[in-house]
């Protein structure tokens, strides 16, 4: 009989889907070594091995593969389980686990969580930031509830995708900038300016990085900085430009000496989605937390169940 536990399976999950130990350790907030000890335990439960070790990460071997598979199901029926018993548990109480990336985390997010929290003052909301590539395999791994993330990445099979939210991306340009005065910019009159970037894998990084392919040319990236503040500080003291949200200049901008000028290109206003694995098997509290963020009624089931939530 295998005894092994669901912690250990969603590590196994995210060395299987990242192919990589370190990636998977950095994911999961634990260290390379404990993963893998975790990994050589499991197969030794087994016995038989679950991944080909190479230079350059793991690839799964065949019982690796038919593993996967029984895991996937597992954990649908583990969440199935828990909507379900949702429904009995006594108390408005409950845990949904979140991943967003940076511009929700920094834009949207904080005003509709508060406005939830303040409803359902006894659900744990657990937040997670995270770029929307992470975000997305997040979500199909189980491993959050919902996941928000930037539309114009490309969604893989088995998430199910509703719209949350719009933002309009800026040019970012030092106070004494030409182009400081103006009602709007294109992108390409801003490509031979120093960039300053997010760090690559970011979905803003991905969708400036192919639009600049599409007309021909290469950002100038001067820096890469891994926050939105830090991005505008550089911009403060006269490093370069950077394309960031509106909604992030509001928030960040008012003591630095910096101009904001929207783009005007079509693709500068960005769609941002909710995404979830299966919304029907999500728990009761997860529901209500997915239609608060999209701004409905809560279905019929979750306003029965808003006393009726599990203590997770």
Not at 41 to 52: A, K, N, Q, R, S
Request: net charge negative.
């Amino acid at each position: 009989m295998i005894r092994t536990d669901l912690t250990t399976l969603r590590m196994f999950l995210a060395v299987y889907n990242l192919r990589n130990l370190t990636k998977a350790a950095e994911r999961e907030h634990i260290a390379p070594s404990a993963i893998s000890k975790r990994l050589q335990d499991l197969e030794f439960e087994l016995g038989t091995p679950l991944f080909y070790r190479h230079t350059r990460g793991v690839t799964p071997t065949p019982a690796g593969e038919v593993l996967a598979g029984h895991v996937y199901r597992l954990f649908d029926d583990v969440n199935l389980m828990s909507a379900e018993l949702s429904e009995y548990a006594s108390g408005v109480r409950g845990q949904v686990r979140i991943h967003a990336h940076t511009s929700a985390m920094v834009e949207f997010l904080p005003d509709d969580i508060a406005s939830f929290v303040q409803a359902f003052p006894e659900v744990r909301v657990a937040l997670r930031e995270e770029t929307s590539p992470n975000v997305l395999q997040s979500t199909l791994d189980g491993v959050a509830d919902l996941g928000i993330f930037a539309g114009n990445l490309p969604v893989p099979p088995g998430l199910q995708v509703r719209p949350y939210r719009q933002d309009r991306l800026a040019a970012v340009l030092p106070a004494n900038h030409a182009m400081g005065g103006r009602a709007s910019v294109t992108f390409s009159e801003i490509r031979d300016s120093d960039h300053i970037s997010l760090e690559s894998g970011s979905s803003l990084q991905v969708l400036l990085a192919r639009q600049a392919d599409s007309q021909g040319f290469e950002l100038n990236t001067r820096m890469e900085v891994t926050t939105f503040e830090s991005a505008l500080r550089m911009v403060d003291v006269g490093l370069g430009v950077a394309i960031v949200p509106e909604g992030v200049v509001r928030i960040y901008a008012g003591n630095l000496n910096v101009r904001a000028v929207p783009l005007e290109n079509d693709w500068a206003v960005r769609e941002l989605m909710v995404c979830v694995r299966d919304e029907e098997k999500l728990t009761a509290t997860a529901r209500l937390m997915l239609h608060h963020l999209l701004g409905e009624a809560a279905p019929r089931s979750c306003q029965k169940t808003k006393a009726l939530l599990p203590n997770r």
